[in-house]
């Protein structure tokens, strides 16, 4: 099921009585309009805004020509300006310009997103005779945008038919993640929606925000979060939370990987592919490519970083005093960690790879109850604090809107079902 449009229908009524057209008596009238005296030369406080992409072989001189600017002082002024250079050495095929000109065709305002930021764009002014270059933030919009999808295979495959960004996606892995494991749970059949910011310039959407309210329905079960950030800040002070206040985070995600694949399970005996003998596997390993990120499944700080025989190059944290986590068999470690840092639950900590004893790219990972490894994908994982009961009527206030509205979505999803 596809993205949810809200609209609402007015219908008009009239009466006319028996009389036929041809009954009503009918005048012709002829009369002639002057038209106001127009000066060719008079701006008249008008100006066009336009936009154009970037064609593959442009150069700025065709873009400005395709943008109706006709101004040699503003051509001349590009060229030499030291900060308009940015035209020149970053027109990469697909890039937007925006352009406001005169009724003339001369340039008022040239916009022009710069490489490597959503945010910022190199800006051309006139004011009065004068021209000016500068880096400036581009003037965004937010608007909040209501979505639902079914999954007929994949949640990424959902959320393209619905035409929902990919971040928003990953957004919803993170934040059902502790509930459920988007490698192996999902069905078909099961259906979300997600209420999320949208950001644009000029009409134009720049990129996705902010998931503000999300329902997640997997094998019957219903799964709801909303955002809550308490301005008075402090510890516990934001995050997504259910309907009655209790935290959707878990202490510890189910996985450390976004997207894979369970290629060996939690086993009291397991025929070794190196080894070549049956022993225990107290561990969950995950096939992905080499290079795929290594997400820290909670808060911890790093006890070792660096090589330890089978498991080749490992990660190890420690969370609060009784558990641990493992990450096995990796490409490389994430730059700057060392023994003694602290990660924050979904920081990108190391790499996958295939170091030590294994076969392929697959990462290992182990989940740790004061010292013996523990099955994470069985056990139930313990919960993030909820929120303090001083911060329930300021997290209602701000949330019953939002709730709201993914009932109804819910309810036109029924209705289109039906």
């Known amino acids: ?3 949810v449009s809200l609209f609402s229908m007015v219908a008009a009524f009239g009466t006319v009585n028996d009389a036929r057209l041809t009954d009503v008596p009918q005048r012709q009238v002829i009369e002639q309009l002057a038209l106001p005296a127009l000066d060719a030369t008079a701006d008249n406080g008008q100006s066009f805004v336009r936009e154009e992409r970037v064609q ?11 943008l109706g600017v006709d101004d040699p002082a503003a051509v001349n002024f590009l060229k030499a300006n030291t900060s308009a250079h940015s035209l020149f050495r970053q027109l990469s095929p697909g890039k937007s310009l925006t352009a406001k000109t005169g009724p003339l065709g001369e340039l008022q305002m040239l916009i022009f997103p710069l490489n490597g930021s959503k945010d910022q764009a190199l800006v051309v002014e006139r004011r009065g005779d004068q021209l000016s270059a500068s880096e400036q933030a581009l003037p965004l919009e937010t608007q909040v945008v209501m979505k639902s999808a079914e999954i007929r295979s994949s949640l990424f495959g959902a959320t393209d038919a619905a035409g929902i960004p990919d971040s928003v996606a990953t957004q919803l892995a993170d934040i059902f993640g502790g509930d459920i494991d988007f490698n192996r749970d999902l069905r078909r059949g099961d259906r979300f929606a997600v209420i999320y910011e949208s950001i644009s310039h000029l009409g134009r959407v720049v990129r996705s925000g902010r998931i503000l309210a999300a329902e997640f329905v997997n094998n019957g079960k219903t799964y709801r979060a909303a955002w809550f950030a308490d301005p008075a800040g402090g510890e516990n002070s934001s995050g997504y939370y259910t309907a009655d206040g209790k935290n959707i985070r878990k202490a510890f995600l189910r ?3 976004e997207f894979s694949r369970i290629t060996s399970g939690f086993s009291s005996a397991r025929f070794h592919p190196v080894l070549q003998k049956w022993r225990a596997h107290k561990g969950t390993d995950y096939g992905a490519p080499v290079g795929t990120r290594v997400k820290a499944t909670g ?6 970083v660096g090589a330890q025989g089978g498991y080749g190059k490992v990660v190890m944290l420690r969370h609060q005093s009784r558990y641990t986590t493992l990450y096995g068999h990796l490409s490389g470690f994430a730059a700057g960690l060392r023994k ?8 990108v900590i190391a790499f996958v790879g295939a170091t030590g004893l294994a076969t392929g790219p697959h990462l290992h990972y182990e989940f740790r109850v004061n010292g013996v490894q523990q099955n994470p994908l069985a056990m139930a994982l313990p919960s993030a604090p909820p929120l303090l009961p001083q911060q329930l009527g300021l997290f209602r206030a701000k949330t019953e809107a939002r709730l709201a509205r993914l009932d109804l979505i819910r309810g036109l999803n029924l209705a289109q079902a039906d």
Do not use: F, I, K
């Not at 593959?56 to 395709?66: E, F, H, S």
């Not at 808060?299 to 070792?304: F, P, R, T």
């Not at 003694?340 to 920081?347: A, K, L, M």
């Open 1 to 3: 099921m596809v993205g």
């Open 56 to 66: 593959r072989g442009d150069t700025v001189m065709a873009l400005l020509q395709r």
């Open 255 to 257: 996985s450390p990987l």
């Open 299 to 304: 808060n911890g700080v790093v006890e070792y």
């Open 340 to 347: 003694g840092t602290r990660v924050s639950q979904g920081d």
